[in-house]
Each structure stands twice: as structure tokens, then as C-alpha cells.
T-cell receptor
């Protein structure tokens, strides 16, 4: 079946690193995504990784993919109060004649000054 | 380039009514997908349109329908509204089909409240 799991909450101090973890079940997923949602807003694409990659770095963001364990993580370096939001992991999967994203429940990141 | 736009941003309806939500994709994008977000169920896929054809439909009742126009703009309709339809409805666009490696970009959503 299709399932994406994330822990629900993470609290860090400003300046520390944050690591948000995600596990997924569909081994045929080609792309895995991280989206950010601030209160009252839609989803903002942060980064994505192709399934044949192990790591991708984009400024303060580092994505690690362990395909064998179906584990994805997002590391935010030097976390700021503006990073407080809900972070969603999503896997892209083929479905019928197209595709869809399957989302985790979201991890609420709280950054304390 | 302008992002994905959704109108209206907020709607209040009563049970039994119907509602139409609109989505304009990023210029050049041909695929539009719709998702429902609720506190209890999270983000769930509703349907995907590409070149005016519905390509996929999620596990929602037939009261939920949609269409796509030749300019790629899309509308979704919910008939006979129920209290449980209260949610944030998100539209996402991509150049090609979702799942084929094309990244989906989301709009700000329409917040629907059913009283």
C-alpha cells in the first residue's frame, strides 16, 4: 500500500540544525519532495530528490535518501525562527494514466529564540 | 512568472449547497491536480487533469467533480455539500503529468467552510 510516515513535532533552538525524518513504502517512487506550509498558506516547494541519488544539498537544506530502508530526511542548517512551519514529505507515484503525490502527515517545526 | 492562483480564497456555504472553485496554473503548465487538506485526513489527492482530460481520480464520492479548459485553467465542483467537506482545497500545476517526474507547484488554496 501507499503510506508516508513522519513524526508530528520537532522543537529546536535558533541556530541549531533541524532534522526531519520521513519513511515511505512505494519503492517505485521516482521523486521525493519536501514542501513547507506556513499558517494560512499553500505548500511551498523546498527541494526534491530523484530516487537514484543519495544526497542533495541546496544552500541550508540537505536531503538524504536511503532507498534500501525507504528513509528520507531533511536537514536545515542554522535554523531560524522564520523556518517555523509544517514540513511535508511527499512521494511521487504513477497512478492510472498520470500520477499523484502521497503526503506524510507533516512535521510541525518550532524554532525557539 | 506568476504562480498558481486560486479563487476565491475563502468560502462559506451551507449544507446541501454546491460550490465551484477555480485554479489558474503557471503559464505553460498543462497539468492541474487538486488536493483536499483536513486536520483529520491530511492531504489527499482528488483528481488530475491534463489537456482537458481527467487522468486520475482519488477516492472521493461522485459529488466531487472537475474540468479543465483549453487554456489549462481548471475548476472543481462539489455538489450537495456536507459538513465534512470543510477543508483547504489546494490546486497544483506541473508542466507534464504528475508522477512522470514533473514537479508540482501549489497555489495558496481555497478555504471552504460548510455550516
Amino acid at each position: 500500500g501507499e503510506d508516508v510516515e513522519q513524526s508530528l513535532f520537532l522543537s529546536v533552538r535558533e541556530g541549531d540544525s533541524s532534522v526531519i525524518n520521513c519513511t515511505y513504502t512505494d519503492s517505485s517512487s521516482t521523486y521525493l519532495y519536501w514542501y513547507k506550509q506556513e499558517p494560512g498558506a499553500g505548500l511551498q516547494l523546498l527541494t526534491y530528490i530523484f530516487s537514484n541519488m543519495d544526497m542533495k544539498q541546496d544552500q541550508r537544506l540537505t536531503v538524504l535518501l536511503n532507498k534500501k530502508d525507504k528513509h528520507l530526511s531533511l536537514r536545515i542548517a542554522d535554523t531560524q525562527t522564520g523556518d517555523s512551519a509544517i514540513y511535508f514529505c511527499a512521494e511521487s507515484t504513477l497512478y492510472n494514466q498520470g500520477g499523484k503525490l502521497i503526503f506524510g502527515q507533516g512535521t510541525e517545526l518550532s524554532v525557539k529564540p | 512568472k506568476a504562480g498558481v492562483t486560486q479563487t476565491p480564497r475563502y468560502l462559506i456555504k451551507t449544507r446541501g449547497q454546491q460550490v465551484t472553485l477555480s485554479c489558474s496554473p503557471i503559464s505553460g503548465h498543462r497539468s492541474v491536480s487538486w488536493y483536499q487538506q483536513t486536520p483529520g485526513q491530511g492531504l489527499q489527492f482528488l483528481f488530475e487533469y491534463f489537456s482537458e482530460t481527467q487522468r486520475n481520480k482519488g477516492n472521493f464520492p461522485g459529488r466531487f467533480s472537475g474540468r479543465q479548459f483549453s487554456n489549462s485553467r481548471s475548476e472543481m465542483n462539489v455538489s450537495t455539500l456536507e459538513l465534512g467537506d470543510s477543508a483547504l482545497y489546494l490546486c497544483a500545476s506541473s508542466q507534464g503529468l504528475a508522477g512522470a517526474g514533473d514537479t508540482q507547484y501549489f497555489g495558496p488554496g481555497t478555504r471552504l467552510t460548510v455550516l
